[in-house]
């Protein structure tokens, strides 16, 4: 297979049981099973990881950074959803 | 993998010693089938009372006495939405569909919190409901933020820190209806002695009744007990009923100094046990609106599926004509 042909994957590693997987870095791999080993391979070379998930970076559906402003744009006038909105006197403890 | 070359017993010690070390067990892990039903029982349950507990505060976005409050609770009950899908989704790691929830929910055979079925009556019952109802959840969900399942522990965490506006903006109303006029004071007072008994019952039956407690514990489903939350519940409410100048529903409420904690009141079982079996006053209903807008938005779904078929097959002619 030629190097043009190999896909891109995303790489992702949890670090310790308990946390969410994060995003590592992508890597090429003729399929899924193989994305796996070459990610341990060249992601966890220190124990970075105790869980590895590859996905195909074609898989991944983005929101753009250029729309970001219109798209994410509903909750910046939106105070009253956070806590701090609130005044709660002291006395009351914390709530 | 190398794990399931292993006996059930072998699994268990494995499994069992994981819990022990406060690791989190992840959705891939080996699990006993129990502990996977509890869990689906515990988790589902919880999605089930946030999708329902829309319904009471649902009720009054049109009645709300301003605009400001109205889109204060419209935010809160479009948060209990969203926390009923990260609970689904949560569920879902454990091996079992949307669908199947969703029809024990409707069927009667998965329960949901009774405090739901419990009707929302006043704007004072909106203060009571954010501050008493979603406190008491709150308590209980911090707790549970140290469960021994992965991804309900961090649906915890995402919950707990959005949640924190709800009982503010509860005992807000609450702090203004208590400040008003003598009418606005007796609504609030009304709410409260209407939502005090039912918030405590949330934590569920005494530890010694509680039928699934002592297995959740040693698996760490659950990190407290129910009588010991509650007791945190009842210990952190005092004051803020006092603060308001509102009178406490717990006669025998007394600061035990020995202790650190008040002594209270016994809850009333009965009561609570006829509405868990479905005799409250809103059971039959909240099942028929859930029932009834899932039916009503079977249409939205079924565009959605007849809108991805028309995509699909214009790709394939596309396709073909290229």
Request: glycine share 6%; proline share 3%.
């Amino acid at each position: 297979m030629s190097l043009e042909k190999l896909e891109l994957f995303e790489v992702f590693l949890r670090s310790k049981r308990g946390l969410d997987h994060k995003h590592a870095g992508s890597l090429h791999a003729e399929d899924k099973e193989q994305a796996l080993e070459y990610a341990r391979d060249v992601y966890t070379r220190r124990s970075e990881g105790v869980s590895i998930w590859v996905v195909k970076s074609d898989d991944i559906c983005a929101s753009q950074e250029d729309d970001s402003d219109s798209f994410f744009d509903p909750s910046d006038d939106k105070p009253y959803r956070h806590a701090t909105y609130y005044d709660i006197p002291k006395e009351v403890g914390t709530m | 993998m190398a794990e399931y070359n292993k006996s059930e017993a072998e699994l268990e010690a494995v499994f069992q010693q994981k819990i022990d070390s406060e690791q989190k067990i992840e959705p891939k892990d080996w699990m006993p089938e129990a502990y996977r039903k509890n869990l689906i029982r515990q988790m589902s349950q919880h999605a089930h009372s946030e999708v329902i507990g829309m319904q009471p505060e649902g009720n009054f976005i049109t009645r709300a006495p301003s605009l400001r409050r109205k889109t204060v609770l419209l935010s809160k009950v479009q948060d209990e939405g969203g926390h009923g899908l990260y609970l689904y989704s949560a569920t879902e790691t454990l091996g079992i569909a949307r669908s199947e929830l969703i029809a024990a929910l409707q069927s009667g055979e998965a329960k949901y919190a009774s405090i739901f079925n419990y009707p929302a009556q006043t704007w004072g019952d909106m203060g009571a409901i954010g501050w008493l109802v979603d406190g008491a959840a709150i308590v209980n969900q911090v707790s549970l933020q140290r469960t021994s399942y992965g991804p309900y522990s961090r649906g915890m965490i995402r919950i707990c820190k959005e949640e924190s506006f709800h009982q503010r903006q509860g005992y807000v109303i609450m702090m203004e209806l208590a400040k008003g006029t003598p009418e606005q004071k007796q609504m609030a007072q009304d709410s409260l002695n209407r939502f005090y008994w039912p918030a405590l019952m949330m934590f569920g039956p005494h530890d010694s009744e509680s039928a699934h407690s002592a297995k959740s514990m040693k698996w760490k489903i659950k990190r407290e007990t129910n009588d010991d939350l509650r007791q945190k519940f009842i210990d952190q409410t005092a004051p803020q009923i006092a603060y308001l100048g509102l009178e406490h529903p717990d006669k025998d409420l007394v600061w035990n100094e020995e202790k650190g904690q008040h002594d209270s009141g016994e809850i009333d079982w009965e009561e609570f046990y006829a509405v868990i079996n479905g005799n409250g006053h809103s059971n039959r209903q909240r099942i028929q609106h859930h029932v009834k807008a899932h039916e009503e938005g079977a249409w939205v779904r079924d565009a959605m599926s007849a809108y991805k078929q028309k995509k699909s097959q214009r790709k394939i002619n596309a396709d073909t004509a290229a």
